[in-house]
């Protein structure tokens, strides 16, 4: 299930399943969007993008759907397997804003094995 | 791919002194640079945006002369935290593209702990 702790919104699933992780974005003038997964310790690492002229994009393992209406973006992880247990967050970026990527809170998912 | 390489990884220092973090692409050249401090189970915070050769631009709320970057060469990228303080105390991430809209590349971070 998924849960709001302190700081960090956390989201636990069985290994097989679908994962699927939720970002709301705050600027409707952004034009590119990005996923990353952030392992403990390390930087942020890509997983996939979308060009706000598109509303789904699917990498291998991972779809991306994005809908500007509500200002929304969700990863979906398919078979979910325990080394995707990390935090992901969505990053988007505004249109003329220098190339400068805003990060979004962020969701913990755990893979149960 | 592209590599960013940070360094050090991690960095204990006494309150009152100054540290320095360099940023480096290590198989492109890069234009701008973006630092980021990012606090345990937080998102990251976009501190400044650097570019070669140019002053550092920083968001709102974050002090230019206690976060001192410099973007001398289009490989490397240093950020000088001054007179640290333990509530300086963060995981520092930099990040480089080497031009246009190409994608963004991020280093390993550097953990800085001021005691």
């Known amino acids: 299930g998924e849960s709001v702790g302190l700081h960090l919104p956390t989201l636990s699933v069985q290994e097989g399943d679908n994962s699927i992780i939720n970002c709301a974005y705050s600027n409707s003038a952004s034009d590119y969007f990005i996923w990353y997964k952030q392992e403990s310790g390390k930087g942020p690492q890509f997983i996939i993008d979308i060009r706000s002229n598109m509303d789904k994009r699917q990498g291998q393992r991972v779809t991306v759907l994005l809908n500007k209406t509500v200002k929304h973006l969700s990863l979906q992880i398919a078979a979910t397997q325990p080394g995707d247990s990390a935090v992901y967050f969505c990053?988007?970026?505004?249109?003329?804003?220098?190339?400068?990527?805003?990060f979004g809170q962020g969701t913990e998912l755990s893979v149960k094995p | 791919g592209a590599v960013v390489s940070q360094h050090p990884s991690r960095v204990i220092c006494k309150s009152g002194t100054s540290v320095k973090i360099e940023c480096r692409s290590l198989?492109?050249?890069?234009?701008?640079m973006f630092w980021y401090r990012q606090f345990p189970k937080q998102s990251l915070m976009l501190m400044a945006t650097?570019?070669?050769?140019?002053?550092?631009?920083?968001e709102q709320g974050v002090e230019k002369d206690k976060f001192l970057i410099n973007h001398a060469s289009l490989t490397l990228s240093t950020l000088t935290v001054t007179s640290a303080h333990p509530e300086d105390s963060s995981f520092y991430i930099c990040?480089?593209?080497?031009?246009?809209?190409?994608?963004?590349?991020f280093g390993n971070g550097t953990r800085l702990t001021v005691t």
């Open positions: 990040s480089a593209r080497e031009q246009g809209n190409s994608p963004l590349h």
């Open positions: 990053a988007e970026r505004g249109y003329n804003q220098g190339g400068k990527l805003i």
């Open positions: 650097s570019n070669e050769g140019s002053k550092a631009t920083y």
């Open positions: 198989d492109f050249q890069a234009t701008t």
